[in-house]
Nanobody
Framework: QVQLVESGGGLVQAGASLRLSCAASGRTFSNYPMGWFRQAPGKEREFIAAITWSGDTTYYADSVKGRFTIARDNAKNTVYLQMNSLKPEDTAVYYC??????????????????WGQGTQVTVSS
């Protein structure tokens, strides 16, 4: 069992940057490949970024590639999402997710067994 708590969301103007953090507690964090998803009002929760347990491989949705960066610090039990050049269409609740075990990156919601409560990101134009 692992518990996830996101932080770092807020209201920013278009073009600004934010860094989201997801702190994990419970079992050994390095056993868990991690991902970030987001959900805008009236839309399905969508994949944003994923990272392997070791942090050596990352993968991004096309919509954020080149603007967002996922990283992790296993010593601090934390995964980050650095978001640059934010756009109004990035407005959503952002969720981090953990999957127990596996050596790859995972992009499908059902591949993750643990979720945080979400943090709101609002980008004004």
């Amino acid at each position: 069992q692992v518990q996830l708590v996101e932080s770092g969301g807020g209201l920013v103007q278009a073009g600004a940057s934010l860094r989201l953090s997801c702190a994990a507690s419970g079992r050994t964090f390095s056993n868990y490949p991690m991902g970030w998803f987001r959900q805008a009002p009236g839309k399905e929760r969508e994949f944003i970024a994923a990272i392997t347990w070791s942090g050596d491989t990352t993968y991004y949705a096309d919509s954020v590639k080149g603007r967002f960066t996922i990283a992790r610090d296993n010593a601090k039990n934390t995964v980050y999402l650095q978001m640059n050049s934010l756009k109004p269409e990035d407005t959503a609740v952002y969720y981090c997710a953990a999957r127990y075990g596996g050596i790859g990156v995972y992009t499908i919601r059902t591949e993750y067994g643990y979720w945080g409560q979400g943090t709101q990101v609002t980008v004004s134009s």
